[in-house]
Structure formats: structure tokens, C-alpha cells
């Protein structure tokens, strides 16, 4: 897609030849470009081109508001330009905007349906907010409309890997790295194959290569990181791993650091901790019952049970579980509560009003909890609802309030195992995965979030059932059976098959490949960094204590 540059009016000559040299450069030289629209702009010159190259260089810099303050003025001077809108939403993606970035792009795409990089980056937005049967729509209508495209290609490689569809990974990514020798997203999905198939010297060797390539974005360098160090833990070569950890997690942070920490900034530890400030005073009465259902009230769902505990804490292997069984509607890691949790927890009086939350209000906010499943496609009628998102932990006194009834499965890990793989995987980043950009982080998050747990278990009523992932490996049908029993649904010798089923779900976790491999121990993998762990010990070794665990 190429911007015009306006005509002639009222400018000098040598005006118009920095705007006609940037249309020569713009194509193969970004940097040249970037640097002659700044000087066209310090001389007073503005056209779309010029706003929104200087834009970039801002968003580079991390100057995220005088980037939008540039490409609102370029939106003004040509509402209809849709490289504008692309930008916007580019600059939406870098500042965690997600869902505005998606209304950007596809706005790019109904003024221009020929131009090719809104697919593209529509389709990584989707991807990242779990969308991936949207992800691959585009990414596939992009192939088609742009063949000579390679990163749709490799978008859908990296879908392929994260369904653990090693041959068509392999296949999308040599099919976008015919079309473009350098292609990030493409050789990393070859690299995941390549420690798939354990070849961990080739995954590496790629890896490493990447890293050498001037024109390497730097969005791109923490993730090619993390990856190299799984390389070399499979090699053995576990020190080396953490540096290329560490290093992988310092590179995010300077990225991200702007946006989820600082001066007016309440980070997730914080927001941890007002909360759990706020339960440990409250008054017990206000919390000793959820808000009623009316009579007249509609709950076609046979039950709900939320599942939750900790990021790497074996959710995913039992709700892939649990979504075997023909009674059970599996959320799949979905942000059910998305719209209703600013209402009710962001500051002291809202949490004040949930707790004397009114009967018809609850009941509202119920039938739209029940409106966002039904707008993923799914339907509840008749089945037991299985919400699992991890950090629902920290919205216990939510969920009891707004949802009379509800079940909690709450899943445990030995906090020595969940921490370090909290720290090694290469989440995409929002304000709570922030937290374990390092070791310590990680693991002040994870002691704020389970004493948060404890004071709402001795606050709230609730009726939860704990779920210990080494138990469930060890005993699965005794420990299934028990889940069944809390909820509510008979067994059935189905979900010994959940590897089977896990393989035709879109899973929206890391732990998607071990999921559909079946079932996967991964106990005791902190003694191999248990000299790295060191420092935060004193911060787990009460958790280790509390939840049964052998001290070595």
C-alpha cells in the first residue's frame, strides 16, 4: 500500500523533494525514510507519510503518546488513508490495546481491501487475544489475495505449532521462508519443530542466526531469547539456559516497562495486594452470601464451576480433561469477565457496592456473562460450565458474589516448578504476566496471589474442591473421578481419552503441545535451576511447607 504525497501547494522545492525522496526510499530503506519525514516535519511540512513514518520512530522509542497525537493528525488530514489506520493499530498493538488495534485494522481493510499487512496484523491480534480460528481466516485470505505475502505463511506455521501440527508447521514456514529468506515468525516455527523432533543443536543453530541479522525487530529479540535457552535446557546445558533467559526477560522488560510499571501505574502485585488489603478488613457479613437469583431469572446452564490457582499450575491439563466429557462446556482460557471486572474491583467504593451488590444488578450482570459465551459460539444449555483462567484467583470475591452456586476447582503445583516455569515461558505479555519477566517477580507474584487465596477462603463461603497436578498425573482416574463427583457429572471412561480431544481444540496456553501428548509430569524439573533459585526460597519455602511438598 502506497500513501500519495499531495500535490504541490505552498510548499518550496526543496519541501517537495524530501517528500518525493522519502516515496523512492520508503520501500527498502525504512530508517532513510523515518529520517527525512523528521526533517520534513521540523520544517513544517505534514502529509499522512510524514506523520506516520515520524510516528514509527516514536513507537521505537516508546513515545506512545505523541506517536497517537501524530497519526490522529495524519487520520485528520486523510480520514480515509487506511496506511493510516494500519499505524493506529500497529501502535494500539505496542501499547497492549488489543481489542482498539482490531477495530483499527479492520477499519484499514474496509477503506482498502487490497492491502495486505491489516490480514496480517489482524490476524496476530486475534491470535494473541485467543481468537485463532479468526487468526487463520485472515492469515489464510491474506495467502490467497497476496501469494508473493510471506508473513501470513508464517503466521500460520506458528498456529501450526501451537497446535501442535508439527508437518504443516514445518510446511507454512519453508513455504514464507521461500518467499522471504529472513523471516522471524517463520524460522522460529521451524525451530519449534526442530526441538520437537529433539533436535535441540539445530533449533539452536537457527535461533542464533536469527540474532545476527541486522534488520532483526526489536520486539522480536527477547521471545528468539527464551526460545534459545528451551534449546539449550534440552541440550542440558541448564546455566546457559538461564542466561538466555534472564536475557530474553530483561529484553522484555525494557519493551514493556513503560506501560505496567512506574509513577500512577498499579501493577498486578499491587492490585494483588489492595485486595487482599481490603478482604483482610471488610466485614464478614456483606460476604457470607452470593447475590440470590431471582425467580424469574434464566440459567440455562446445567452449572459453573471456575477453574483457577496459577499460571503453570496444570489448569489446562485438567480442563482438557474436563472438555472430554460430554456434559462439560470448556471456556478454553477465554476473558468472560472482561466487561464486568472494572465495575466492581477497581477501587475501594466499587468493591464496597459488590459487596452489597443488589439482587436485579447481579442478575443483569449474569445474563451478559452469559451473552460473551454465547458471542464465542458456545452454548451453555444443559452443561456445566468450566471457566479456567488462572488469575481468576485474584477475582474469588467476585465470581462468589455475582455467581450463587459456583464451584471453584482450585489446581496446585509445587510453587518451585510453577515459579521457574512461569519465568522460562515466553508468555505474551499483559500486566500480570509482566510479573514474570524475573525470577523474583515471579515469585512475589505468586506468594501476593495465594495469600490473596487464603484470606478469600477464610472470608468467603466458598465451595472449593483443590486439584494437585502430581496427585492427577500419579492417580488420574482417582483424581478425575473426585472432579466429577464435586461437579456434579458422572464419570465416564471419555476422558481418559482428553489428549485425542485436546488435539481438535484451539488451546490458548503454552502448555498446549504436553497437553496433547497426554499426560506429562514435569515434577521436580526446579532441581535442575535449584541453584538459580536460590534467592527467592525464602519468599516459596512457606508455600512448599504449607502444601505438603519435600523441602528437597
Known amino acids: 500500500m502506497t500513501q500519495s504525497t499531495p500535490p504541490f501547494i505552498g510548499r518550496t522545492a526543496q519541501d517537495q523533494q524530501i517528500l518525493d525522496d522519502i516515496e523512492k526510499v520508503v520501500g527498502f530503506d525504512l530508517p532513510r525514510a523515518i529520517g527525512l519525514a523528521r526533517s520534513a516535519l521540523a520544517r513544517g511540512v505534514e502529509t499522512p507519510r510524514v ?29 480515509r488513508d487506511s496506511s493510516v489506520w494500519n499505524s493506529v493499530g500497529h501502535c494500539l498493538v505496542k501499547q497492549d490495546k488489543r481489542r482498539g488495534a482490531v477495530a483499527a485494522f479492520e477499519h484499514a481493510l474496509a477503506l482498502d481491501p487490497t492491502f495486505a499487512q491489516p490480514y496480517y496484523n489482524l490476524g496476530t491480534t486475534l491470535e494473541y487475544l485467543g481468537d485463532y480460528e479468526g487468526a487463520r481466516e485472515q492469515f489464510e485470505r491474506a495467502s490467497r489475495l497476496f501469494p508473493d505475502y510471506a508473513d501470513p505463511l508464517a503466521g500460520l506455521a506458528t498456529l501450526a505449532v501451537r497446535g501442535g501440527d508439527w508437518p504443516a508447521a514445518r510446511a507454512y514456514a519453508e513455504q514464507a521462508l521461500a518467499l522471504q529468506p529472513f523471516q522471524p515468525a517463520a524460522i522460529a516455527a521451524l525451530a519449534s519443530a526442530d526441538m520437537n523432533d529433539r533436535n535441540h543443536e539445530e533449533a539452536e543453530r537457527r535461533l542464533c542466526g536469527m540474532l545476527e541479522e541486522p534488520g532483526l525487530d526489536r520486539f522480536d529479540k527477547p521471545s528468539i531469547h527464551c526460545q534459545i535457552g528451551d534449546a539449550l535446557d534440552g541440550q542440558g546445558r541448564y546455566d546457559e539456559a538461564f542466561a538466555r533467559y534472564l536475557e530474553g526477560k530483561a529484553g522484555y522488560r525494557a519493551l514493556y516497562r513503560g506501560l505496567f510499571e512506574g509513577a500512577g501505574v498499579e501493577t498486578q502485585l499491587d492490585f494483588v495486594n489492595r485486595l487482599r488489603a481490603y478482604f483482610e478488613a471488610a ?270
Open 283 to 552: 466485614p464478614a457479613e456483606p460476604w457470607s452470601a452470593s447475590a440470590p437469583r431471582g425467580e424469574s431469572e434464566a440459567w440455562p446452564a446445567r452449572g459453573l464451576s471456575f477453574l483457577v490457582g496459577f499460571p503453570r499450575s496444570g489448569t489446562t491439563l485438567l480442563e482438557n480433561v474436563l472438555a472430554s466429557h460430554p456434559d462439560v462446556l470448556a471456556m478454553d482460557e477465554r476473558a468472560t469477565l472482561y466487561n464486568t471486572e472494572p465495575l466492581y474491583i477497581a477501587d475501594t467504593a466499587a468493591l464496597d457496592h459488590l459487596g452489597a451488590l443488589p439482587p436485579a444488578e447481579a442478575s443483569r450482570r449474569r445474563a451478559e456473562y452469559l451473552e460473551v459465551i454465547r458471542g464465542f459460539g458456545l452454548n451453555p444449555a444443559g452443561k456445566v460450565i468450566v471457566d479456567k483462567m488462572p488469575l481468576y484467583t485474584t477475582k474469588l470475591g467476585l465470581i462468589f458474589k455475582l455467581f450463587p452456586g459456583a464451584k471453584i476447582l482450585f489446581a496446585l503445583r509445587d510453587p518451585r516448578d510453577v515459579v521457574l516455569s512461569c519465568f522460562r515461558r515466553s508468555f505474551q505479555v499483559n500486566a500480570g504476566m509482566y510479573q514474570f519477566l524475573t525470577l523474583d517477580g515471579a515469585a512475589r507474584f505468586y506468594d501476593a496471589v495465594m495469600r490473596l487465596a487464603e484470606v478469600y477462603r477464610g472470608k468467603l463461603p466458598l465451595d472449593l474442591h483443590v486439584v494437585r497436578y502430581e496427585n492427577l498425573v500419579a492417580d488420574f482416574e482417582g483424581e478425575a473421578r473426585a472432579v466429577c463427583a464435586f461437579l456434579g457429572v458422572g464419570w465416564t471412561e471419555k476422558l481418559h481419552d482428553f489428549a485425542a480431544v485436546a488435539r481438535e481444540r484451539r488451546i490458548r496456553t503454552p502448555s498446549a503441545a504436553q497437553v496433547r501428548g497426554g499426560l506429562y509430569s514435569g515434577e521436580g524439573q526446579w532441581r535442575r535451576y535449584a541453584k538459580h533459585l536460590e534467592p527467592v526460597m525464602p519468599i516459596l519455602a512457606p508455600w512448599i511447607e504449607r502444601f505438603g511438598y519435600a523441602s528437597d
Open 51 to 79: 506523520l506516520t513514518l515520524v510516528a514509527l520512530q516514536f513507537e521505537e522509542e516508546g513515545r506512545y503518546p505523541d506517536a497517537m497525537r501524530l497519526l490522529d493528525r495524519a487520520a485528520g488530514l486523510n480520514p
